[in-house]
């Protein structure tokens, strides 16, 4: 938890959809992050944002599109190019470089029906 | 990046014995986390270790580190069926920006009670 709130937590989609993921946060961090995790599996990159309005691509940004407009939000957006979406999403923040800390939210599970 | 890659995949042990993880990295790291994820949960920070420090202690938690091999590892003390979770490393380069933040496939911890 930790001052980041992921919603919703349980997420259904129809084939050919679009979902978009919600995290905020009031930690104040400049970077969020956002990863995939399938079950069983450790955690895989999507997106992450080091500075409102600048973002990049993680390790399997295809089929997902991210937005930084404010500080304290970092939507995720599954779009129907994303062929397999089925999954537990979460985001993270990171206060600081060096030695410090990553915060999670409680995740998003997404299933596609 | 700098990815870990956590060992053994799973690891199952009674309640009451020691648990060892270990952690290996290719590229020189600035600091070494390791977090604990319960199941269907947020990744929880557990312990961060320097470039400049050996072992470190939390509890019944005892982290040690070897840059010259570029490994660590994790071991959980007089362990509880409350210790069941997964077990992530976080190598971090540090400096000025914050850049990826990855995780490996984890450990999967079972201790039977």
């Known amino acids: 938890d930790g001052g980041i709130t992921q919603s919703p937590k349980y997420l259904f989609r129809k084939e050919g959809q679009n979902v978009t993921l919600s995290c905020e946060q009031n930690?104040?961090?400049?970077?969020m992050y956002w990863y995939r995790q399938d079950p069983g599996q450790g955690l895989r990159l999507i997106y992450y944002s080091q500075i409102v309005n600048d973002f990049q691509k993680g390790d399997i940004a295809e089929g997902y599109s991210v937005s930084r407009e404010k500080k304290e939000s970092f939507p995720l957006t599954v779009t129907s190019a994303q062929k397999n979406p089925t999954a537990f999403y979460l985001c993270a923040t990171l206060g600081r470089t060096g030695n410090t800390e990553a915060f999670f939210g409680q995740g998003t599970r997404l299933t596609v029906v | 990046s700098q990815q870990g890659e956590e060992d053994p995949q799973a690891l199952s042990i009674q309640e009451g014995e020691n648990a060892t993880m270990n952690c290996s990295y290719k590229t020189s790291i600035n600091n070494l986390q390791w977090y604990r994820q319960n199941s269907g949960r947020g990744l929880v920070h557990l312990i961060l270790i320097r470039s400049n420090e050996r072992e470190k202690h939390s509890g019944r938690l005892r982290v040690t580190l070897d840059t010259s091999k570029k490994s660590s590892s994790l071991l959980i003390t007089a362990s509880r069926a409350a210790d069941t979770a997964s077990y992530f490393c976080?190598?971090?380069?540090?400096?000025?920006?914050?850049?990826?933040?990855?995780f490996g496939q984890g450990t999967i911890l079972t201790v039977h009670p």
């Open positions: 930690l104040n961090h400049d970077a």
């Open positions: 976080a190598p971090s380069g540090g400096g000025t920006s914050y850049g990826k933040l990855t």
